[in-house]
């Protein structure tokens, strides 16, 4: 999978090169581009931003420069990505859907947005898919804490970028549609509290059904959201019972 990132912070982008994401760049597993939006300026100054028209506070990045910058990296069959606080809500099925394609390209704006034409002329584009995304609802300061998240979320799925890919089955917000349930390591005493006890049973079955019921308790408690969101058939007897 090919990424490209535009921005006018490029080195916000850094942690990309750390840790797992950093791992499948190096190993060829995903090819990771991050770009200065002020490389397609044309003037002396380097301006990505004008006024608003209309009024109101702050500016708004200009269409032209993002339209140079687009129109070097859009091809057949991109997915051109925009954060704003007005977009839909990315979750881990986002991330799912992603993965499978071929080339996304995130344009991080700031101030007070990129001019809404962006998104509505590439939308036109054949071949190119265009979504306005949000990370949630809070304001960020601009696009690139959302290509982060986009970025580690999509990368750790791709095919042998985590080493054990049983540990993208049982997790948060995965097939199961419910939070995750409490870890444990040694030590079996800290600060005077144990490890519950029959997750040192060695018992599968009731090591699961325990997992089970605690990520039932937590979603309840704190995404009762999920819970009303899951399918009739995804909650057994003994679910509707805890
Ligand atoms: N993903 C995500 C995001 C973002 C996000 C993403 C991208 C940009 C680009 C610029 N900003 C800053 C900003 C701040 C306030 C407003 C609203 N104003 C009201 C009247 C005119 C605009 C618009 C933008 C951004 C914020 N915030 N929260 C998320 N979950």
Redesign the pocket.
């Given at each position: 999978m090919r990424v490209d990132v535009v921005t006018i912070f490029p080195d916000y982008l850094a942690p990309l090169d750390l840790s797992l994401v950093g791992k499948a760049r190096t190993a060829g597993l995903l090819d990771l581009r991050v770009h200065d939006l002020r490389d397609w300026t044309s003037d002396r100054h380097r301006t990505v931003d004008d006024t608003?028209f209309g009024g109101?506070?702050?500016m708004v990045?200009r269409p032209d420069v993002w339209g140079r910058a687009l129109d070097d990296l859009l091809d057949e069959g991109s997915h051109l990505l925009?954060?704003?606080?007005?977009?839909t809500r990315?979750t881990q099925r986002t991330a799912e859907r992603l993965a499978t394609e071929t080339h996304l390209v995130v344009a991080?704006?700031?101030?007070?947005?990129?001019d809404a034409r962006v998104a509505e002329h590439y939308a036109t584009r054949s071949g190119v898919t265009v979504s306005e995304?949000?990370?949630?609802?809070?304001?960020?300061?601009?696009?690139e804490?959302?290509a982060l998240?986009l970025v580690e979320a999509v990368a750790r799925l791709l095919p042998g970028v985590v080493g054990n890919p049983e540990s993208l089955v049982e997790e948060s917000h995965g097939a199961a549609g419910l939070l995750e349930y409490p870890v444990y390591t040694k030590p079996p005493t800290w600060a005077e509290l144990d490890v519950p006890e029959v997750l040192l049973s060695g018992h599968h079955g009731r090591i699961a059904r325990w997992r089970r019921d605690q990520a039932l308790v937590r979603t309840a408690a704190r995404r009762p959201d999920l819970l009303d969101a899951l399918a009739p058939d995804q909650l057994d007897a003994h679910d509707r019972a805890t």
């Open positions: 608003p109101g506070a702050g990045m925009l954060p704003t606080p007005s977009g990315f991080c704006g700031r101030y007070e947005g990129i995304f949000s990370l949630g609802d809070y304001v960020l300061n601009g696009g804490v959302a998240v």
